[in-house]
């Protein structure tokens, strides 16, 4: 869930009174929010003093809120006082609306520009005031959006601009780096797009993004009538339209691969800070001019009907309430609603609200409204007699007698770096079956592991201070992709265990593997050569994470089943483990 980081002071200011912390915490949870964390930083404000001024720091109390991952429209102050106002009913929901001028803003998109980002829609906020904290928090709405909706830059970002300072048509087009030159954001010189990449390769922010289009042949540039650069989306503004605090007049152009969820962003932006102009809630049109030369203007704030039926809505949260009712929780989440004739409810979704594309949403909103605490329970009319399932009791099972036999169960993260399962393994394939992590938010979490084995060698090497030996063993999921299922990946029910010690110990994972073998009731083969489709046994493996002839395969009625064998010295070293290994890794799922 991201969290939005916001002043107190400036909260309750929006809000209309002060709250304690513990009447803030139960209006966020009422709403379906949760106060984080409380934090405070220091800030430093100047003063005059005498003939000149003196800077004096200032703590500033922060409310970090976690808000739902869907919920666009609240990851600002604005946007987030705004429905906790509607909620509170102390605010009617407001209308927002766009205006045509006579002469709008042109962006007119050049066919090259689908060989990087080929969408973009445009937008412009007339007449805004910004207060420091407005422009603070204008700023800090596109990063939030680039980070969330916008899966840093890859599939949307924007640039704001300040329209005095430049003039349209605007073209959107693309070209080769080396024709492309300007002064970035906040930069003292101008640059071609080669020394500009190569500038922000050492910035810790910008360096995130560069990848996007680093390797195309050429780059997105946004120019004005006058060669003006404004952007070269997704990396960099152009410092000569920057907007400041005395900025009036705001062009929004936002560029994507997925013109849907460019909309939603010029939507949320547009909604959230078009409170600050002189005509409220109001947001110019800009038309844009595609390659093939249609039109289409935005951005277009539109409003949608949805119908539900009372009943199933009651039957689906649980709760007895009338239509009318229904209706008044509803337009207290932001959706205008009231009951039509034959009994059912219409709702009005504003252009705010992208999170609602199903009856489903509905419900939700009308259950939180109503507040989950106050939903009956009920036992269930049909009835069920509950068992565990068999991957979960086997495993528990198996469980206790690998405790029994001296191992200590470890529980480690179910995401992993690449580089754990590949290079860290001395398998240059490890991530061919991976399921990987679109937007993920550390170098640590990018994928879902496939292996258990690097979890439990990262846990030997932060506990090396612990006397040997160190017995360590996990049962657990590990993700594979997988086409024949209807979500393209599976889970498999693993075991692995690790013996750490002044000798690897490879007889001590081998009479774990007999052990085991044992109590599943499972007999060796009797003869690997004329009956080898029958019991289990072991034979020479050649997985590199293994010291070569000191590896074997496990196999059980006639397939590989799982390995194991002595950790390689190199895979040690790049876990910084200074102690021999031995380890098994096996499918238990073959044995239900």
């Given at each position: ?28 949870f009422?709403?379906g ?5 409380v ?7 100047s003063k ?14 922060i ?15 604005e946007g ?21 001028p ?12 689908a060989?990087?980002r ?41 640039g704001?601009?300040?329209?005095d300072?430049?003039?349209g ?29 190569q ?30 650069v ?6 960099i ?22 013109l ?9 932006l ?25 039109t ?12 539900i ?12 309430l ?37 009856a ?38 198996i ?66 201070n ?24 599976r ?52 997985d ?12 059980f ?8 064998g ?8 790049k876990?910084?483990?200074?102690n ?13």
């Amino acid at each position: 869930m991201p969290t939005v980081g916001i002043k107190r002071d400036l909260l309750f200011q929006a809000l209309g009174r002060e709250y304690t912390v513990e009447e803030f915490e139960e209006l966020c949870f009422d709403y379906g929010l949760e106060l984080d964390e409380v934090t405070s930083e220091k800030t430093m404000i100047s003063k005059e003093k005498g003939e000149g001024k003196a800077s004096e720091a200032s703590e500033e109390i922060i409310y970090k809120i976690d808000v739902p991952a869907n919920r666009y429209d609240l990851l600002c102050l604005e946007g987030l006082t705004r429905s906790l106002l509607v909620f509170q009913e102390k605010m009617k929901i407001p209308h927002f609306k766009t205006i045509l001028p006579t002469n709008p803003q042109k962006l007119i998109i050049d066919k090259p520009t689908a060989e990087v980002r080929q969408y973009a829609v445009a937008a412009v906020l007339r007449n805004i005031t910004f207060t420091q904290d407005s422009y603070n928090s204008f700023i800090d709405l596109q990063d939030k959006l680039h980070h969330n909706i916008c899966r840093r830059r890859t599939l949307v970002s924007m640039g704001t601009h300040d329209l005095d300072t430049i003039q349209g048509p605007f073209t959107y087009t693309a070209k080769p780096p080396s024709e492309i030159i300007f002064k970035p954001l906040n930069q003292t010189k101008e640059m071609t797009a080669v020394e500009l990449m190569q500038h922000y390769k050492t910035d810790s922010h910008l360096k995130n993004f560069l990848h996007i289009i680093e390797d195309k042949p050429v780059y997105p540039v946004i120019y004005d009538a006058n060669g003006i650069v404004l952007s070269m989306p997704p990396i960099i503004n152009g410092d000569h339209s920057k907007i400041t605090l005395n900025t009036k007049n705001v062009f929004i152009e936002i560029t994507a691969t997925d013109l849907h969820k460019a909309k939603v962003v010029l939507d949320i932006l547009t909604t959230a800070f078009s409170c600050y102009c002189a005509d409220k809630f109001s947001v110019e049109i800009c038309d844009v001019i595609s390659a093939d030369g249609t039109t289409n203007q935005t951005p277009e704030l539109a409003y949608r009907e949805e119908v539900i039926y009372p009943e199933y809505a009651c039957k689906t949260i649980g709760a007895r309430l009338k239509g009318d009712k229904m209706a008044k929780l509803l337009t207290k989440m932001f959706l205008k609603s009231e009951v039509l004739k034959d009994g059912r409810l219409r709702c009005i979704v504003p252009p705010c609200r992208a999170d609602v594309i199903h009856a489903c949403d509905i419900y939700e909103d009308i259950a939180i409204a109503y507040g989950y605490n106050n939903i009956e329970e009920r036992i269930p009319r049909t009835s069920t007699i509950a068992h565990q399932l068999p991957i979960n009791k086997l495993s528990d099972l198996i469980r206790m007698e690998i405790a029994f036999a001296g191992f200590s169960e470890a529980l480690t993260f179910s995401l992993c770096s690449r580089e754990d399962v590949a290079e860290k393994l001395n398998r240059p394939g490890g991530t061919k079956n991976a399921v990987h992590i679109s937007n993920p938010k550390t170098a640590e979490f990018q994928i879902a592991r496939t292996t258990l084995l690097p979890g439990l060698l990262k846990t030997i090497a932060n506990n090396k201070n612990m006397p040997l030996p160190l017995k360590l063993f996990e049962l657990s999921d590990v993700v594979l992709i997988d086409d024949q299922k209807d979500v393209g990946a599976r889970n498999e029910r693993r075991l692995c265990a690790v013996n750490c010690s002044k000798t690897p110990g490879f007889e001590v994972i081998h009479g774990l593997l007999d052990r085991l073998m044992t109590v599943l009731n499972k007999t060796p083969t009797v003869d690997k050569v004329k009956n080898p489709n029958e019991g289990y046994h072991i034979s020479k493996g050649q997985d590199p994470t293994f010291f070569p002839g000191r590896s074997a395969d496990i196999l059980f009625n006639g397939k590989v089943i799982g390995q194991m064998g002595v950790v390689h010295p190199e895979v040690l070293g790049k876990f910084e483990i200074t102690n021999p290994c031995a380890a098994l890794e096996i499918n238990l799922e073959v044995f239900l």
